[in-house]
C-alpha cells in the first residue's frame, strides 16, 4: 500500500537521524590555533584611556579571548566593544554598565580592572567572590584597611591577583635592583623618587549629569556628591577618588623601593613632610611635596612631588655610589659609571606591559604567586597611603608594619579607613 508522505512524518523522520556538527579547526587548536579549552576568556572594567592602550597586549596572546567591557559610560562601553570586535573581525563583544552583570557570566575566567582608583580594591574583591582572576591596575586600593581586605580575600580563596606595578617585569628597573642588591654601591642607605607635581584646579559649579553617563554607578563607594566636570575629569586629585601623584605615581616607586631593600613583607615606621597647598585650588591634593619614610633600621624612602612629568626618576644611594632610571626615557644613570657595562640587555620601557601581562596569565594556569603579589602590592601602596595622610594631617607618624597600625595617634588610626557609600561592601 503506498504511503502518504505528510510534512510531520517528515520532520519526525528526519529528528531521528543523527546529526553531523562540523567543529572548526580552531576550535580543536588545529592550524596553530589555541584549543577552546585553553583559552582565557578575559572581559575589561573600566574601558577608559589606560585600558585601550593595555588591551592590545592582551590580544597579543592567542590563548586570550576578550570576551566582554564594562563601564559606567555609553562611550565608553561602545569603544571598548568596537576595539575588541573590530580584532576578532566579528560582533561578539558584549557591553555592560554594571560590572557585576559580566562577573555573573559562567564562561569569564579573568578581568583586567582599569577603572579609576575608587573601584580597584571593591572590584577586585568582587570579581574573586565570583571565580575570576584579576589583574588590576594601580593604586592598587584607596585605603590600608582595602588592602589587606584584599589579600586576604586572594588568599582565602586561591585568586590569581596581579597589581599593575610593571617596572617590576621591566629589565631596566630589574638592573636597578640587582645593582642596589649586589653590594656595588655599598650599603643603600636612601632611596629618592620624585612625581610630578599637581595641578591647580579652577573651582566649578555643578552641572546637569551628561547623557550616557551612568553618574551613580561611577561615584561607586565614594561619597556622593553632584556631578562638578573639573571633579569628575579630576578625580585623581580629590581626596574621596584618589591621593594624587604622590600615590598614583608613587607606588610604581614604593614597589621598587622595596624590592631593592628587601622589605616586600614590612615597610616605613616612621614619616614626616612637607607639603605645599595653594590657596583657592579646587583640587585636595597639595602641588608640591616631600616626605621622608623611615625603616625600623635607619634606611630612608625620600618621596618628592615636583617638576615636571617628564622630570620622574628612582634613584637608590648607597655609601660607594649610586643607580638612577629616568621613567620618562628609561635611560638608567650611575656612579661609579662602570657599572653600566654590567647590563646585559636594554630592553623596553614601563610603557610596554607585555612581560607583566605575560607573567599574569602563567599564573593563571600554573596557579602560582604572581610577580605583583596581594602581599607586595599591599605593602608598596600603604607607604604612600601613609605619606597622604602624613600631609593631610600636618604631622609626623609613627606606623607599625606588623600591627598594621599608627602608635598613639587614634585620629590616624581611624583614616586607615573609610565608609562605603550604600549598597556598597565587601
Known amino acids: 500500500m503506498q504511503q502518504t508522505l505528510t510534512r510531520r512524518s517528515l520532520l519526525k523522520?528526519?529528528?531521528?537521524?543523527?546529526l553531523l556538527t562540523?567543529?572548526?579547526?580552531?576550535?580543536?587548536?588545529?592550524?596553530?590555533?589555541?584549543?577552546?579549552?585553553?583559552?582565557?576568556?578575559?572581559a575589561t572594567i573600566g574601558h577608559g584611556n589606560r585600558c585601550r592602550e593595555v588591551t592590545p597586549f592582551f590580544f597579543s596572546h592567542p590563548d586570550v579571548q576578550l570576551i566582554a567591557v564594562a563601564d559606567p559610560r555609553e562611550q565608553r562601553c561602545a569603544m571598548g566593544k568596537a576595539q575588541v570586535d573590530q580584532y576578532y573581525r566579528n560582533s561578539d563583544?558584549?557591553?555592560?554598565?554594571?560590572?557585576?552583570?559580566?562577573?555573573?557570566?559562567?564562561d569569564l575566567d579573568a578581568v583586567y580592572i582599569a577603572t579609576g582608583d575608587r573601584w580597584h580594591a571593591l572590584a577586585s574583591i568582587l570579581a574573586a567572590k565570583a571565580g575570576k582572576d584579576?589583574?588590576?591596575?594601580?593604586?592598587?586600593?584607596?585605603?590600608?584597611?582595602?588592602?589587606?581586605?584584599?589579600?586576604?580575600?586572594?588568599?582565602?580563596?586561591?585568586t590569581v591577583y596581579q597589581c599593575g606595578h610593571q617596572r617590576r617585569s621591566v629589565d631596566s628597573y630589574r638592573f636597578q635592583v640587582e645593582i642596589a642588591q649586589s653590594g656595588l654601591i655599598g650599603h643603600v642607605h636612601t632611596v629618592e623618587m620624585q612625581m610630578w607635581e599637581n595641578p591647580i584646579l579652577r573651582p566649578e559649579a555643578p552641572q546637569p549629569v551628561p547623557a550616557g553617563l551612568d553618574y551613580d554607578m561611577w561615584l561607586g563607594p565614594t561619597p556622593w556628591y553632584p556631578y562638578i566636570p573639573a571633579r569628575f575629569n579630576g578625580w585623581n586629585y580629590f581626596w574621596e577618588t584618589g591621593g594624587g601623584t604622590l600615590i598614583a605615581m608613587g607606588c610604581h616607586y614604593t614597589d621598587i623601593a622595596q624590592w631593592g631593600l628587601d622589605t616586600d613583607?614590612?615597610?616605613?615606621v616612621h614619616y614626616e613632610g612637607l607639603a605645599e597647598f595653594i590657596p583657592g585650588n579646587f583640587a585636595d591634593t597639595?602641588?608640591?611635596?616631600?616626605?621622608?619614610?623611615?625603616?625600623?633600621?635607619?634606611?630612608?624612602?625620600?618621596?618628592?612631588?615636583?617638576?615636571?612629568f617628564a622630570q620622574r626618576y628612582i634613584r637608590f644611594i648607597g655609601d660607594e655610589g649610586w643607580i638612577q632610571v629616568d621613567d620618562d626615557t628609561n635611560v638608567v644613570t650611575a656612579e661609579p659609571q662602570s657599572l653600566l657595562k654590567r647590563r646585559a640587555v636594554a630592553a623596553k620601557s614601563w610603557a610596554d606591559p607585555g612581560g607583566h601581562i605575560g607573567d599574569f596569565l602563567r599564573c593563571i594556569k600554573t596557579r602560582r604567586e604572581t610577580i605583583c603579589s596581594p602581599e607586595k602590592s599591599h605593602r608598596a601602596t600603604t607607604?604612600?597611603?601613609?605619606?597622604?595622610?602624613?600631609?593631610?594631617?600636618g604631622r609626623e607618624l609613627t606606623w607599625d608594619p606588623k600591627m598594621e597600625a599608627f602608635l598613639n595617634d587614634a585620629e590616624a588610626d581611624r583614616m586607615r579607613r573609610r565608609l562605603m557609600r550604600a549598597p556598597w561592601h565587601y
Open 13 to 18: 523522520s528526519v529528528s531521528a537521524v543523527p
Open 22 to 42: 562540523v567543529i572548526p579547526g580552531s576550535a580543536l587548536g588545529r592550524d596553530g590555533a589555541t584549543a577552546a579549552s585553553d583559552r582565557i576568556t578575559l
Open 93 to 106: 563583544c558584549v557591553t555592560y554598565r554594571d560590572f557585576r552583570e559580566l562577573l555573573a557570566r559562567t
Open 134 to 158: 584579576v589583574y588590576s591596575e594601580k593604586p592598587m586600593t584607596m585605603t590600608i584597611e582595602e588592602g589587606r581586605e584584599l589579600v586576604q580575600t586572594m588568599e582565602r580563596l586561591g
Open 265 to 268: 613583607d614590612t615597610g616605613p
Open 286 to 308: 597639595p602641588v608640591r611635596c616631600r616626605v621622608d619614610c623611615t625603616y625600623a633600621d635607619g634606611r630612608r624612602l625620600v618621596m618628592w612631588v615636583r617638576g615636571q
Open 383 to 393: 607607604i604612600g597611603h601613609i605619606a597622604n595622610l602624613c600631609l593631610r594631617l
